[in-house]
């Protein structure tokens, strides 16, 4: 078995939703039910957590997590990137016993997981040697083709088109490709991709196509996920038994 390591990013300093990664859904922090999914995933060595606080590390450990190191604040800004921080824990694993083969990337601002589609979607980038990452999607609810961005003049313009013509935005959505979002459910990474060419997903990102979810950045988005978990009760029993 190959060495998988889920990777969860935590810092500190959100401001759509102060403190939204150890803010509780239910009865658990949000970062909590990244954590359950994460070790009831049977394809996970290890569950880790990046953070640049130690109240998030500290709680990140108390619900089952590791916290080996904390990340610096020149990782941890509003403008870092997700390959400023992957690269800060693969230096640490070079320095402390070796790197991973894959990194699973979990984002805790989408809570509500299954932890066999966690190793559905590794067993999926394993058996697709040629593919350089593998990232889960959702079906947009309108194709992103029937949308519109606004003209140097100022008028709208259909995306992608050059086009300022807009009746034919008109047309029924069956007649427009499928377009889908990225979602935060579950990324799988390679390590040596990632040393090779400094880069986290490349040019041969395998889609995995997941229900559709709810991601956390405003205020509202909370109250939605706080209703839907209402709504399906489900969600929590099947992480924390």
Same mark, same amino acid.
């Given at each position: 078995?190959p060495?998988i &390591?889920?990777?969860?990013?935590a810092?500190?300093?959100?401001? @759509?939703?102060?403190? %939204?990664?150890?803010?509780?859904?239910?009865?658990?922090?949000?970062?909590?039910?990244?954590?359950?999914?994460?070790?009831?995933?049977?394809?996970?060595?290890?569950t880790?957590?990046?953070?640049?606080?130690?109240?998030?590390?500290r709680?990140?450990?108390?619900?089952?997590?590791? /916290?080996?190191?904390?990340?610096?604040?020149e990782?941890?800004?509003?403008?870092?990137?997700?390959?400023?921080?992957?690269?800060?824990?693969?230096?640490?694993?070079? +320095? #402390? @016993?070796?790197?991973?083969? $894959?990194?699973?990337?979990?984002?805790?601002?989408?809570?509500?997981?299954?932890?066999?589609?966690?190793? =559905?979607? /590794?067993?999926?980038?394993?058996?697709?040697?040629d593919?350089?990452?593998?990232?889960?999607?959702?079906?947009?609810?309108?194709?992103? $083709?029937?949308?519109?961005?606004?003209a140097? @003049?100022? =008028?709208?313009?259909?995306?992608?088109?050059?086009?300022?013509?807009?009746?034919?935005?008109?047309?029924a959505?069956?007649?427009?490709?499928?377009? $889908?979002?990225? #979602?935060?459910?579950?990324?799988?990474?390679?390590?040596?991709?990632?040393r090779?060419? =400094? +880069?986290?997903? @490349?040019?041969? /990102?395998?889609?995995f196509?997941?229900?559709?979810?709810?991601? &956390?950045?405003?205020?509202?988005?909370?109250?939605?996920?706080?209703?839907?978990?209402?709504?399906?009760?489900?969600?929590?029993?099947?992480?924390? %038994?």
């Open positions: 078995m060495s &390591v889920a990777l969860i990013p810092r500190a300093g959100s401001k @759509g939703v102060p403190h %939204k990664n150890i803010r509780k859904l239910g009865e658990h922090s949000l970062i909590g039910w990244s954590i359950a999914a994460c070790n009831a995933a049977s394809s996970i060595c290890r880790i957590v990046s953070t640049d606080s130690d109240e998030y590390a709680i990140s450990r108390e619900i089952g997590a590791e /916290v080996p190191f904390l990340r610096p604040a990782f941890s800004g509003d403008r870092s990137t997700d390959y400023d921080f992957i690269k800060h824990a693969l230096d640490w694993f070079a +320095l #402390n @016993g070796g790197e991973p083969e $894959y990194i699973v990337h979990i984002r805790p601002t989408t809570p509500f997981r299954s932890s066999k589609l966690i190793d =559905q979607a /590794v067993e999926t980038f394993i058996n697709n040697p593919a350089t990452a593998l990232r889960s999607v959702h079906p947009m609810s309108e194709s992103a $083709y029937k949308t519109f961005e606004i140097s @003049g100022g =008028q709208l313009k259909r995306i992608a088109s050059g086009s300022t013509e807009l009746d034919v935005a008109n047309n959505r069956q007649e427009f490709p499928s377009t $889908y979002i990225a #979602n935060g459910y579950v990324d799988v990474l390679s390590t040596r991709f990632i090779e060419r =400094q +880069l986290i997903h @490349g040019d041969h /990102v395998l889609p196509i997941t229900p559709v979810v709810g991601e &956390v950045d405003t205020e509202e988005d909370f109250s939605r996920l706080e209703l839907e978990l209402e709504k399906h009760p489900e969600f929590a029993e099947r992480l924390f %038994k």
